[in-house]
């Protein structure tokens, strides 16, 4: 093949692979939402306070098309959720800093930075913040979690929880607690 022939063809191969990805999205578009990134700042989010565990949503349902909710906790030593079950969610946790004593079906472990442990739906599960430092643990339920219950959770007060009322609140989303 000869020069002009060769380039003719490979800049015709080119031309058409650059339009693809254009093709592609046009046709996909109706179907699919496209999401803008989008960029949460590390004192950025909306923190509430349940049963003395302090939780920040760090992004919005609505901007990540409710596929998770991801949640930044961080807690002193002592704190905890008792033994719960979701009926929903898949709840993955990653431990950042200090150290989290986790319980999940009949396996018990504690994690430390960097450590990940998964949480299936339909599965019991606990956790206690041990050691003697703050830990900060990176929560991420799938699907996100309803949105309702957490704008029900911010309006409790902080300090010492009402356990029966959060109880009450979390098992009209499908979080119950096992006494």
């Known amino acids: 093949m000869n020069r002009n022939k060769f380039l003719k063809l490979t800049t015709d191969i080119g031309a058409g692979i650059i339009s693809i990805p254009t093709f592609a999205r046009s046709k996909t578009t109706k179907f699919v939402n496209i999401l803008e990134p989008t960029i949460v700042r590390n004192e ?3 923190t509430i306070h349940i049963i003395g565990h302090t939780q920040t949503l760090k992004l919005p349902v609505k901007n990540i098309n409710g596929s998770f909710t991801l949640i930044k906790e961080e807690n002193h030593p002592g704190t905890g959720i008792p033994l719960d079950v979701h009926k929903n969610e898949d709840e993955v946790f ?3 800093e200090g150290e989290m004593e986790l319980t999940v079906g009949e396996k018990m472990a504690v994690l430390k930075p960097g450590d990940v442990a998964f949480g299936p739906k339909g599965v019991l599960h606990a956790c206690k913040i041990i050691g ?4 900060k643990v990176i929560l991420r339920e799938l699907p996100a979690g309803n949105k309702k219950i957490f704008k029900e959770l911010s309006k409790l007060h902080e300090g010492p929880p009402d356990f029966q009322v959060i109880a009450e609140i979390c098992g009209r989303y499908g979080i119950n607690f096992i006494s």
């Open 94 to 96: 990653k431990v950042m």
């Open 44 to 46: 950025n989010g909306k």
């Open 132 to 135: 003697d430092k703050k830990a």
